[in-house]
């Protein structure tokens, strides 16, 4: 029987799903946008309710690391144009604790859509990435300040912060619970950490159950609300208000995840997807905006 992979919890955990996937664990594929869809078995710790994935488990953090540093995603940079439309609606809904005073790291600034939206309404802003060619796509394409290194490399300049920005990357973590601690040490007095992911806890994640849709190889950690605000106290930050986070995608995109999950319906997708060029709106109302603070200590 293993334990919760909080330390700070260490409970006893409980096998959630299986789906009887067999892995090679050193041959999964990490791109964010991968057409591989074999879902990983998911735990759930008794204590604190923390849900995870087999692999967070199996694989050590660095081999998790390098396969980010090797990611080349076209199918990504071919989304690029529905992603910029995603990323200005989530700027307006975060700009007001954002001025031309504030400076900003984003981690896991991948292409650097949401970093070309930024830049120019703070004091400065800057990227950590681990794949190469993320790095050098935004560093080239939108002349963005990109650090090649990882959030335990980073940590050791000593620079700090107004604003830490995540999207969609902390269940991506092989440890995030080191990596909350890390931005507490990362972010000035008076700094905010703004970030996104899945709430497993929502009602759309509840009724799909084992097939919920974001239960997928890269995603290690599977949150909620309540999880989340534990884990950031433990690491003394405070989530003090959370938003609904409507994302947009192309509708071929949408029939080629719905073709990964319903194979039979192939050619009924197929026929749409020759409309490639709409885009659509879609809230399932389980992605969240988590805005939160350094707890005050007195
Ligand atoms: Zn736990």
């Known amino acids: ?65 390098n396969k980010y540093k090797d990611i080349i995603d076209h199918i990504y940079i071919n989304e690029i144009p529905y992603k910029k439309k995603y990323f200005n609606k989530l700027f307006k809904k975060i700009s007001r604790y954002l001025d031309d005073k504030k400076t900003v790291l984003e981690i896991g600034s991948y292409y650097g859509v949401l970093g070309n939206i930024i830049k120019n309404d703070v004091k400065s802003y800057s990227g950590l990435e681990l794949s190469l060619h993320g790095s050098n796509y935004a560093k080239e394409k939108y002349n963005l300040q990109i650090f090649n290194e990882s959030v335990e490399e980073h940590v050791k300049k000593d620079i700090k912060y107004d604003i830490i920005i995540m999207s969609d990357v902390i269940e991506h973590f092989s440890d995030p619970f080191k990596i909350i601690k890390l931005i507490n040490e990362m972010l000035n007095p008076d700094g905010l950490l703004i970030f996104t992911t899945y709430n497993i806890d929502s009602f759309y994640a509840k009724i799909t159950g084992k ?84 707890v005050v200590k007195k």
């Not at 992979?5 to 999964?28: P, R, T, V, W």
């Not at 919920?212 to 930050?237: A, D, G, R, V």
């Not at 809230?283 to 350094?294: E, G, P, S």
Request: with cysteine; charged share 25%.
């Open 1 to 65: 029987m293993k334990n919760c992979l909080n330390k700070k919890c260490f409970g006893k955990i409980e096998l959630l799903y299986d789906y009887g996937s067999i892995y090679n664990f050193n041959q999964l594929n990490f791109d964010c946008t991968t057409d591989s869809y074999l879902k990983p078995k998911i735990y759930k710790c008794k204590k604190c309710t923390l849900k995870f994935s087999e692999i967070a488990v199996e694989i050590s953090s660095s081999n998790i690391e």
């Open 211 to 294: 097939n919920y849709h974001w239960i997928l190889p890269y995603h290690l950690f599977y949150f909620s609300n309540k999880t989340l605000k534990n884990i950031c106290l433990e690491n003394n930050i405070e989530i003090f208000k959370i938003s609904n986070d409507t994302r947009i995608v192309s509708l071929y995109y949408l029939l080629n995840k719905l073709e990964m999950i319903f194979p039979k319906f192939k050619f009924f997708f197929s026929f749409f997807k020759k409309l490639r060029n709409i885009d659509i709106n879609v809230n399932l109302f389980d992605l969240n905006i988590y805005y939160a603070k350094k």
